[in-house]
C-alpha cells in the first residue's frame, strides 16, 4: 500500500502520487486506471512527483485520463508547490515540468502565485500543422469560429464569444482538439469577455475533457485576449470553478496566475490492483 494526496484548484482535481525514491510503476494504462471516477480513485490529472536535478525542488509529471502525458499544469503547480513548501517550511518553489520549470510563491489567505513562463505565440510553438497567423486560424465548429493560438506549455486555441452560455463546448470539443491543424492535440478554451478586466472561460482540455478549472486555459485566455485588444494584461479569469488571477506581465512576457489550493482527502492504495 502508498500514500496518495487527492488535491484540487477550483475543482481541477488530482490524485499525487510521491514517486521520489523511483519505485514506483506508472505508465498510461496505469494512470488512466487510477483517473477513472467508477472503478479508480477519480481526477482530471494523476500527477507524480519524481527527484529533481539541480535547479529545482521536485519534478512533476502529469497524465491525463487517457493516459497522455501532459506538459504542464497551473492548478496541479499550485498544488504541488504547496505541498512541497509544507515539507520544509518554505514559501517559494520551483517545481519542473516537461515544458520547464514554474517558480511558485505563497501569498496571503491560502494563495499561490506560479510563474508559468513565456506565452509561446509562434505556429512552430504551439504547434501548428502549417506556417499561420496564430491570432487568427483558418478553425470553427458550429457557433465557434476564428481562434487565436499560443501555447502554455501546452497548445491552446481560445474561441472569443458573446455568450458563453449558449456554447455547447462538451459536443463541439472533442473534433475541436482533434483537428488536423494541431498535430499534439490542443486544449479549447472559449471566452466571453465581461470587462477589460473580468472575462469568463470555460476549457475542453485535450485528454480530459470539460474541467472546472484549466490553469494554463486561462493564461492562454488573458494572452489571446490582450492580443486582440479585448483586455489589459492583468485580468480576472471566471472559471466553472472559481476565480484565477493572470497577468502577462510585459517586462518579459511570462504569465503570472494567483489562485488557491486545497486538499480533498488523502489515503493509501494498492497500486498492483490497476493495470500496469
Known amino acids: 500500500m502508498i500514500p496518495f494526496h487527492k488535491m484540487h484548484g477550483l475543482g481541477n482535481d488530482f490524485v499525487v502520487l510521491d ?33 529533481p536535478t539541480e535547479g529545482a525542488d521536485v519534478v512533476m509529471r502529469i497524465r491525463n485520463p487517457d493516459g497522455s502525458e501532459a506538459g504542464a499544469c ?23 515540468t516537461i515544458a520547464g520549470d514554474l517558480p511558485a510563491e505563497a501569498l496571503p489567505g491560502g494563495l499561490w502565485r506560479v510563474d508559468m513562463g513565456p506565452a509561446r ?30 501555447s502554455m506549455g501546452n497548445p491552446h486555441a481560445t474561441f472569443f464569444v458573446p455568450d458563453l452560455d449558449a456554447v455547447p463546448l462538451a459536443t463541439l470539443g472533442p473534433s ?22 473580468h472575462i469568463r472561460l470555460a476549457v475542453w482540455e485535450r485528454g480530459a475533457g470539460l474541467t472546472l478549472a484549466c490553469g494554463s486555459g486561462a493564461c492562454a485566455a488573458l494572452v489571446n485576449a490582450a492580443r486582440r485588444g479585448l483586455t489589459g494584461r492583468r485580468a480576472t479569469v471566471s472559471l466553472p470553478g472559481g476565480d484565477l488571477g493572470i497577468e502577462w506581465r510585459e517586462t518579459d512576457g511570462h504569465v503570472l496566475m494567483t489562485g488557491p489550493v486545497a486538499t480533498a482527502f488523502t489515503g493509501m492504495l494498492d497500486l498492483d490492483a490497476y493495470p500496469a
Do not use: K, Y
Not at 494541431?182 to 469577455?193: E, K, L, T, Y
Open 19 to 51: 514517486n521520489r525514491a523511483g519505485t514506483l510503476a506508472v505508465g498510461a494504462a496505469r494512470a488512466a486506471a487510477l483517473a477513472d471516477r467508477r472503478t479508480g480513485i477519480g481526477c482530471d490529472q494523476l500527477i507524480l512527483l519524481e527527484r
Open 74 to 96: 497551473g492548478n496541479a503547480t499550485r498544488c504541488i508547490a504547496s505541498l512541497i513548501a509544507a515539507e520544509g517550511g518554505r514559501d517559494r518553489v520551483v517545481v519542473r
Open 121 to 150: 505565440l509562434g505556429w512552430q510553438e504551439v504547434p501548428l500543422a502549417a506556417e499561420m497567423d496564430t491570432l487568427h486560424l483558418p478553425l470553427g465548429r458550429g457557433v465557434l469560429m476564428d481562434p487565436a493560438a499560443c
Open 176 to 197: 475541436l482538439e482533434t483537428d488536423p491543424l494541431f498535430p499534439q492535440r490542443a486544449n479549447i478554451g472559449v471566452v466571453q469577455v465581461l470587462t477589460p478586466g
